[in-house]
C-alpha cells in the first residue's frame, strides 16, 4: 500500500467542483482511496462565515463568560452561538465545548475551524460529509472517498485524522469469529478502517500552509471480512458520553 499527497490544489472557492480539479491532477485507478480534507470540502460548498451571522444569545453569553473565567482570557459569545447552532447536544461546556454534531460527529466545538479562512471568520463543517463523499466520488474514477478532519482523542496528546463522511466502502471491517496466531477466537475485535486511512491520510497531507488537501491511498484492500457502515457510537453504548453527561450535571461537573 502507498500513500501520495496531489499537488498544486489551489485555494478553493465557494462553488469549486473538487472532484474536476483532483482529475486534473492525478491519474486516479478504481480501487484508489481518494482522502478529501474537510476544510476544502467546506470551501468548496460555501461554509464559510462570519461571527456577525451568529449573534449571541442568553445561552451562548453565559458559556462565553463561563470559558472567559477559566484562563482570564475573554471569548467571544459569537463563536459559543455558531458552535451551538451547528450542534444537537453540548456534551461539555467545560473546560472547553465538546459537541455532538448534526451528522453524528463528537468534537471540540463542533469542528469549526478558525484558520486558513481568508475570506471569512470562521469555517463550519460540511452539513452531510458523507453526501459530499458520495457526490465526489460519482465524478472520480476511484471508488472510495474519505473526508477527513483532525480532532483530539482521550487519553492522548494531540490530534489526528479522522473520517467524518465516507463513500464506496464499509467503516469497518469485523474481526470477530477469526483466529489469532495462538488459535484462539477473537471476540471483540472491529477494525475501523476509515478512521485509520484517514489517520494515514493526514501524516503525507500535513498541516500548516504547507499542507496538502487531498491524498490518494492506492493497494489498500479490504480484504473478505465483513464489512460495517457503523462509525459514530450510539449513545446505548458510548459509555465515556454517558459519563460525561452524568459529570456535567453533577454539582461538582460543569454546566450542560
Known amino acids: 500500500m502507498e500513500l501520495f499527497a496531489v499537488d498544486d490544489v489551489p485555494e478553493i472557492q465557494p462553488g469549486?467542483?473538487?472532484a474536476a480539479l483532483i482529475r486534473e491532477r492525478v491519474d486516479l485507478q478504481p480501487d484508489d482511496v481518494v482522502c478529501v480534507a474537510s476544510t476544502v470540502v467546506s470551501k468548496a460548498e460555501g461554509r464559510i462565515a462570519d461571527l456577525e451571522e451568529f449573534p449571541a444569545g442568553p445561552r451562548a453569553r453565559e458559556i462565553a463568560a463561563n470559558l472567559s473565567e477559566l484562563d482570564d482570557r475573554e471569548k467571544d459569545p459569537r463563536f459559543a452561538q455558531a458552535v451551538l447552532e451547528e450542534s444537537v447536544e453540548l456534551v461539555m461546556e467545560s473546560p472547553f465545548l465538546l459537541t455532538e454534531t448534526r451528522f453524528g460527529h463528537v468534537g471540540v466545538n463542533a469542528g469549526i475551524d478558525r484558520s486558513n479562512v481568508p475570506d471569512g471568520d470562521l469555517l463550519l463543517l460540511?452539513?452531510?460529509p458523507s453526501e459530499s463523499a458520495a457526490r465526489i466520488q460519482s465524478e472520480l474514477p476511484a471508488e472510495q472517498v474519505i473526508v477527513t478532519d483532525t480532532c483530539g482523542r482521550p487519553?492522548?496528546?494531540g490530534q489526528r485524522g479522522v473520517a467524518i463522511g465516507w463513500d464506496g466502502m464499509p467503516a469497518s471491517r469485523d474481526w470477530r469469529g477469526q483466529v489469532d496466531r495462538d488459535g484462539r477466537e477473537m471476540g471483540v475485535t472491529v477494525q475501523n478502517v476509515i478512521d485509520e486511512l484517514a489517520a494515514a491520510a493526514n501524516l503525507v497531507a500535513g498541516e500548516g500552509d504547507g499542507g496538502t488537501p487531498v491524498v490518494v491511498v492506492?493497494?489498500?484492500?479490504?480484504?473478505?471480512l465483513p464489512g460495517s457502515q457503523n462509525h459514530f457510537r450510539d449513545l446505548e453504548g458510548?459509555?465515556?458520553r454517558q459519563a460525561l453527561r452524568g459529570w456535567s450535571h453533577s454539582p461538582e461537573g460543569g454546566k450542560a
Open 16 to 18: 469549486d467542483d473538487l
Open 126 to 128: 460540511p452539513k452531510r
Open 155 to 157: 487519553f492522548r496528546y
Open 218 to 224: 492506492r493497494g489498500f484492500e479490504f480484504g473478505d
Open 238 to 240: 458510548d459509555y465515556v
